[in-house]
C-alpha cells in the first residue's frame, strides 16, 4: 500500500503560483511514477503531468506545458508539483496518484490516490 497526501492548494490571484506537495508513505515509494490530475466542476479528471519512478522523465499536458514543472525528492518521498502563472481555468481539486515504474495519462491506470487538494485562480 502506499499513501499520499497532497498539500498546498488554495486561493490566487491570476498569474500567481502556488507549489502544491504530494507526500507518501507506505511502500517503497521511489519505484512509482506519480502523476498529478485536476478536476474541475462538471469535467472529466485530467491528466496534468507525471513523473517516472527514478525523478528523470517527466511528462506535461498542453495545457500546462511551460507553466508548470513536477519534481519528486526521494530523500522526502514528496513530489511537488509548481504551478506559475495561473489561470482561472486552472481552478479545481489537484489529486496525485501513483502506479508502478511509468507514467501513464489515464486516471485509472493508477493504483493509489491522495484526498486532493483545491485550487482556485481568480481573475
Known amino acids: 500500500q502506499v499513501q499520499l497526501v497532497e498539500s498546498g492548494g488554495g486561493l490566487v490571484q491570476a498569474g500567481g503560483s502556488l507549489r502544491l506537495s504530494c507526500a507518501a508513505s507506505?511502500?517503497?515509494?521511489?519505484?512509482?511514477?506519480v502523476g498529478w490530475f485536476r478536476q474541475a466542476p462538471g469535467k472529466e479528471r485530467e491528466f496534468v503531468a507525471g513523473?517516472?519512478?527514478?525523478?528523470?522523465?517527466?511528462y506535461y499536458a498542453d495545457s500546462v506545458k511551460g507553466r508548470f514543472t513536477i519534481s519528486r525528492d526521494i530523500t522526502k518521498n514528496t513530489v511537488y508539483l509548481r504551478m506559475n502563472s495561473l489561470k482561472p481555468e486552472d481552478t479545481a481539486v489537484y489529486y496525485c496518484?501513483?502506479?508502478?515504474?511509468?507514467?501513464?495519462?489515464?486516471?485509472?491506470?493508477?493504483?493509489?490516490w491522495g484526498q486532493g487538494t483545491q485550487v482556485t485562480v481568480s481573475s
Open positions: 513523473v517516472s519512478w527514478g525523478g528523470s522523465s517527466t
Open positions: 496518484a501513483a502506479r508502478p515504474t511509468l507514467v501513464r495519462v489515464r486516471a485509472d491506470e493508477y493504483d493509489y
Open positions: 507506505g511502500r517503497t515509494f521511489s519505484n512509482y511514477a
